[in-house]
């Protein structure tokens, strides 16, 4: 079977899809195998944070603190939702930050990677790029950010559980959600 479409069966994605949960979610693995099934770009907003500090986000954190990293992630945001549509990974806390929340929801279709603890755990487990989880029990952190980011992640136009699935699963069951959300057919490569 042919993966390429041509121009007459391609589909136009109407607004930029942003992916929101916390860190361990999928929303970078899940998120690329959504922009390749619909032939958009994926952009990370973590690694564009990084490219426009210069800095890593461990880096930003550490040298300047959250508050100044937040300031960079919602001028980022503002920037990349006001270009081309595509598929945003954005920062587990970046839908945390009211005035981006709003933002997303003016300018984007938000889809929430809703993940158990025990999910979350082994999925960044050993990972040291994480600032949130390098201090103390990482167990008990993502515990406290499900506790308090949960109810604002609730917000986003759709939601669906992501857990130890293949991620071609995942994606397609995403990509479902997102179509029905919409009312049309996003993508014509299964």
Same mark, same amino acid.
């Not at 499900?146 to 759709?158: M, N």
């Not at 992501?162 to 959300?181: C, F, Q, S, V, Y």
């Given at each position: 079977?042919?993966?390429?479409?041509?121009?007459?069966?391609?589909?136009?994605?109407?607004?930029?899809?942003?992916?929101?949960?916390?860190?361990?979610?999928?929303?970078?693995?899940?998120?690329?195998? $959504?922009?390749? @099934?619909? !032939?958009?770009?994926?952009?990370? +907003?973590?690694?564009?944070?990084?490219?426009?500090?210069? /800095?890593?986000?461990?880096?930003?954190?550490?040298?300047?603190?959250?508050?100044?990293?937040?300031?960079?992630?919602?001028?980022?945001?503002?920037?990349?939702?006001?270009?081309?549509?595509?598929?945003?990974?954005?920062?587990?806390?970046?839908?945390?930050?009211?005035?981006?929340?709003?933002?997303?929801?003016?300018?984007?279709?938000? $889809?929430?990677? @809703?993940? !158990?603890?025990?999910?979350?755990? +082994?999925?960044?487990?050993?990972?040291?790029?994480?600032? /949130?989880?390098?201090?103390?029990?990482?167990?008990?952190?993502?515990?406290?950010?499900?506790?308090?980011?949960?109810?604002?992640?609730?917000?986003?136009?759709?939601?669906?559980?992501?857990?130890?699935?293949?991620?071609?699963?995942?994606?397609?069951?995403?990509?479902?959600?997102?179509?029905?959300?919409?009312?049309?057919?996003?993508?014509?490569?299964?």
């Amino acid at each position: 079977m042919n993966d390429q479409r041509d121009s007459s069966t391609a589909h136009h994605l109407p607004k930029t899809i942003v992916l929101v949960g916390l860190m361990g979610a999928g929303k970078s693995c899940i998120g690329r195998r $959504l922009a390749s @099934r619909l !032939e958009v770009p994926f952009v990370d +907003a973590d690694a564009e944070i990084e490219k426009a500090a210069g /800095l890593t986000i461990a880096e930003i954190f550490e040298k300047y603190g959250e508050p100044y990293f937040r300031d960079g992630e919602r001028r980022v945001m503002t920037r990349l939702l006001q270009g081309e549509p595509c598929i945003l990974a954005a920062g587990g806390g970046a839908f945390m930050d009211e005035e981006t929340r709003t933002l997303i929801k003016e300018r984007a279709t938000s $889809l929430w990677l @809703r993940a !158990e603890l025990d999910t979350l755990v +082994a999925r960044t487990k050993g990972r040291s790029h994480r600032p /949130l989880l390098n201090n103390g029990d990482a167990r008990t952190t993502l515990q406290q950010l499900i506790d308090t980011r949960y109810p604002i992640y609730s917000e986003a136009d759709v939601a669906i559980d992501t857990g130890m699935d293949n991620p071609n699963i995942t994606a397609a069951r995403a990509l479902d959600a997102l179509e029905k959300h919409m009312g049309t057919t996003l993508a014509t490569v299964p």
